[in-house]
Structures are given as structure tokens and as C-alpha cells.
């Protein structure tokens, strides 16, 4: 069972290039989430999902899309990437919650990612 | 907006003994969660301890209990007996609920990093 897979788990950008963050699920999830971490600071989200078809802004969405095609697959992609968004990105799901699992969250390893 | 604010980047407590990490929120919403989250150096992110709005009683995990002032907006985490293992960083999140009430916008705070000294 693969979980929560993220690629690339490395990149460097250079200014004003375009990237996809890829993530895929194998445990038919429902509700996906992309956040960024900053150094020494917490989780801001960027965008989540609950379902295909269904996506919504999180805190920070500028300067990210997304979209959700299928309930696998929830690809961030950075347009004209800028130094701001060098950080590490995580990728995290959940299925729906009940009273045995409420809170159970699934997260990627992380994307690095570093403009110059 | 919902925002979550810890004011403690940092702290330590001996082992053995019980430290509590304090976590604010502001929301408009009466129906939603709220999590405590540790993050080892792994990265990996583990549910500590997790409290619904509508219940007034306190939840408990064994030696992490939650001190929830709804009023106050506050959820504190309290932690007992503390081992070496708890080193890491925590982060108390809300989730502002779908209608379906099965998960929805996840929002964490700044995190506190605490360190158990031997």
C-alpha cells in the first residue's frame, strides 16, 4: 500500500518558470490538501478538495492552481514561479471522517522545492 | 477567516514531568474540530489528540489531555510523565466542517517545538 506519494521530491526553479507538484492516493480518499512549510513555521494551506471535481482555496492559494480530476490525483502547479515559494510542500488525505477515525490524516514526504 | 495561534515557538520540560502547550483560535463557526498534531523530525505528521465543538467534556489520550475554553476560543494541550519520545514539534489545527461533517478546511497553527531533557 503506497499511501500518500508526491513527486518531485527535489526541484530548483528558476524565476518566472512553471511546475506541477504531483500527488497520488491509493486509498480512494476523499478529501485531499496541499500545504507549505516554511522553515521553523507551521503548515499553511494552499488549496484541498473533498471530493473530484470539487476544489477550494486554502490560506495562501496565490500564485498556485489545482484541479481534481479523479479522487487519485490532486496536481499543484506553480505558475511563474517566484523566490516566495521556495519551500517544502506536503501533500496529505483522508477519508471520511467517522467516529472511529476523526483526525487520521495521511501526508506525502514532502516536495522541496527552491526558486532562484 | 479561521486562523490558529500558538505563542510558544519553543519549549522544554524534564522528563517526568508535565508540560502544557497553548494554542488560540478565532472562528466564527459553532461546529468544528480541533486536533493537536506531532511532528517527529520524520516529518510525519501523528494525531496526538483530537476535541469536537459540541462536546463540553475535555478529551483525554492516555497521558495528553486538552484543556477546551470554548468561550475563550483556547485549546491547550497538556502533557504528563513526560518521555524523551514526546520531542518534537506540535501543532494544534482546526477543521471548519463540510456539511457532511466528515472533514473540510484544515487550518494549523504556527507549531511549538518542545524538547524532553533527560
Known amino acids: 500500500n503506497a499511501g500518500v506519494t508526491q513527486t518531485p521530491k527535489f526541484r530548483i526553479l528558476k524565476i518566472g518558470q512553471s511546475m506541477t507538484l504531483q500527488c497520488t492516493q491509493d486509498?480512494?480518499?476523499?478529501?485531499m490538501y496541499w500545504y507549505r512549510q516554511d522553515p521553523g513555521m507551521g503548515l499553511k494551506l494552499i488549496y484541498y478538495?473533498?471530493?473530484?471535481?470539487?476544489?477550494d482555496k486554502g490560506e495562501v492559494p496565490n500564485g498556485y492552481n489545482v484541479s481534481r480530476s479523479t479522487t487519485e490525483d490532486f496536481p499543484l502547479r506553480l505558475e511563474l514561479a517566484a523566490p516566495s515559494q521556495t519551500s517544502v510542500y506536503f501533500c496529505?488525505?483522508?477519508?471520511?471522517?467517522?467516529?472511529?477515525?476523526?483526525?487520521?490524516?495521511?501526508f506525502g514526504e514532502g516536495s522541496r522545492l527552491t526558486v532562484l | 477567516a479561521q486562523t490558529v495561534t500558538q505563542s510558544q515557538p519553543e519549549m522544554s520540560v524534564q522528563e517526568a514531568e508535565t508540560v502544557t502547550l497553548s494554542c488560540t483560535y478565532d472562528?466564527?463557526?459553532?461546529?468544528?474540530?480541533l486536533f493537536w498534531y506531532k511532528q517527529p523530525p520524520s516529518r510525519q505528521m501523528i494525531l496526538v489528540i483530537r476535541?469536537?465543538?459540541?462536546?463540553?467534556q475535555n478529551a483525554t489520550e492516555n497521558r495528553f489531555s486538552v484543556n477546551f475554553q470554548k468561550a475563550a476560543k483556547s485549546f491547550s494541550l497538556k502533557i504528563s510523565d513526560s518521555q524523551l519520545g514526546d520531542t518534537a514539534m506540535y501543532f494544534c489545527a482546526f477543521m471548519k466542517l463540510t456539511i457532511y461533517n466528515q472533514g473540510g478546511k484544515l487550518i494549523f497553527g504556527q507549531g511549538t517545538e518542545l524538547s524532553v531533557k533527560p
Open positions: 496529505a488525505s483522508h477519508s471520511p471522517w467517522t467516529t472511529s477515525n476523526t483526525g487520521e490524516l495521511f
Open positions: 472562528t466564527s463557526e459553532n461546529n468544528y474540530y
Open positions: 476535541q469536537e465543538a459540541y462536546k463540553q
Open positions: 486509498m480512494n480518499h476523499n478529501y
Open positions: 478538495s473533498v471530493g473530484a471535481g470539487i476544489t
